[in-house]
């Protein structure tokens, strides 16, 4: 009897933070979903080719420029990846089909201490969704 509700205490506690947890990413087809979605490929993930898939225009272009600048780089699971945590600091509209986002990142490098970068992406939307349409890091 003790077990059923040492179980029925642990789903009561662990559904609702689940919850909640889940519900913390924007809908992927929102504005800010697709900048977190292209702020995980890109940066916590390091997959440029995920990346891509969130980008348009200059954005593609600037990644497809650093795919070619880091071919024959492998990234697996061998690979000292970075510990990447990121947080929405100003949302500005700039139009009904542009905004931009600014956050501020923090990179936390094994053996090398952690560090700090301003990610502005701007977004457009397109009749297919929002798209990133640049992205700028800024040393702070």
């Keep these: 009897m003790q077990l059923f509700h040492l179980f029925h205490l642990v789903l009561s506690i662990f559904f609702p933070v689940l919850f909640l947890v889940s519900g913390c990413q924007p809908e992927p087809n929102t504005a800010r979903g697709t900048a977190e979605r292209f702020l995980d490929a890109h940066y916590v993930q390091i997959d440029l080719q995920a990346a891509k898939a969130y980008c348009t225009g200059f954005a593609r272009s600037r990644i497809k420029e650093e795919i ?60 297919d969704g929002w798209w990133v349409v640049n992205y700028r890091e800024f040393d702070q």
Aim: glycine content about 4%; charged content about 20%.
């Design 68 to 127: 070619q600048l880091t071919a024959g780089q492998t990234i697996d699971a061998t690979t000292r990846q970075p510990r990447v945590y990121y947080q929405l600091v100003e949302e500005t509209l700039r139009s009904e089909s542009s905004i931009s986002f600014l956050y501020e990142t923090h990179f936390d490098v094994d053996g090398a201490g952690r560090f700090t970068k301003n990610i502005l992406l701007t977004l457009r939307s397109q009749a």
